[in-house]
Nanobody, 127 residues
């Protein structure tokens, strides 16, 4: 069964950077899209970024993070990264990594389509 473990969260000042890691076992990059979601206290979960090609060419970013965050994958390490630069206090949230089976189709990268979820890692950005 696919297992997902996130790491790399922490506390940082506004303008700083963090790199989140999503280690995934028992899966093939060709069969899944991998997405990052976040949920801030009192707010609904939102999609942050998604990667759906093993060569890092197929990606999606929410408007709120476009130009600041970069998603990438390392197939050899079975890991997906989320490089977060120019962090803002509004980026504070628990960040979750999730996997969507593609079944040979274009993935939606939406939460409802994710079959597997990690437990999350907390990112706190102070002003």
């Amino acid at each position: 069964e696919v297992q997902i473990v996130e790491s790399g969260g922490g506390s940082v000042q506004a303008g700083g950077s963090l790199r989140l890691s999503c280690a995934i076992t028992e899966f093939s990059f060709g069969d899944y899209a991998i997405a990052w979601f976040r949920q801030a206290p009192g707010k609904e979960r939102e999609g942050v970024s998604c990667i759906f090609s093993s060569d890092n060419s197929g990606t999606y970013y929410a408007d709120s993070v476009k130009g600041r965050f970069t998603i990438s994958s390392d197939i050899a390490k079975s890991t997906v990264y989320l490089q977060m630069n120019s962090l803002k206090p509004e980026d504070t949230a628990v960040y979750y990594c999730a996997a969507e089976p593609k079944f040979g189709l274009a993935p939606s990268c939406e939460a409802i389509s994710m079959d597997y979820w990690g437990k999350g890692t907390l990112v706190t950005v102070s002003s």
